[in-house]
C-alpha cells in the first residue's frame, strides 16, 4: 500500500508538472506538491460528487497546487490532465482486466444487478 500512494499514485501528476512545465525550486518540493495534491484528490473524490468527481476533482488539484506556488490557471490545467490521464488508465486496466478474464460487460451488468 505504500509504494502505491507514495510512489505510483503520484506519477501521473509529476507527469503532468513535466507536460505543463512546472517546475518548483527542488524535486523534493515537487514531490511533495505531489503527494499533497494526491492527499487532497482523495479527500475531494470520498464527498458526495457527480460521476466521475468532475469539479471537486479540479478544485482539490488547484488548491493544493496554487498553495505549492503552482499558477492558478496552469493549476487548473494540471488538474484536468490529472484527472484525464487517471482516468483513462484506470479504464484501460480495468478493460484489459476484463478481457483477460474473458468477462464482457453484459455479464458484469448482470452480475451487479443480481447482487
Known amino acids: ?5 507514495l510512489v505510483i499514485s503520484v506519477v501521473p501528476i509529476l507527469a503532468a508538472f513535466e507536460a505543463l512545465g512546472i517546475e518548483l525550486p527542488s524535486a523534493w518540493q515537487e514531490l511533495v506538491a505531489s503527494w499533497t ?8 473524490v470520498a464527498l458526495p460528487s457527480s460521476p466521475g468527481f468532475f469539479g471537486l476533482f479540479h478544485y482539490a488539484c488547484r488548491v493544493a497546487l496554487v498553495r505549492s506556488g503552482v499558477a492558478l490557471d496552469t493549476a487548473v490545467a494540471a488538474g484536468t490532465l490529472i484527472h484525464g490521464v487517471m482516468w483513462v488508465t484506470l479504464t484501460a486496466m480495468g ?18 444487478a443480481d447482487a
Open 95 to 112: 478493460l484489459l482486466v476484463l478481457r483477460w478474464r474473458r468477462t464482457s460487460l453484459a455479464e458484469v451488468d448482470r452480475d451487479s
Open 37 to 44: 495534491t494526491q492527499a487532497a484528490i482523495g479527500v475531494a
Open 1 to 5: 500500500t505504500s509504494v502505491i500512494w
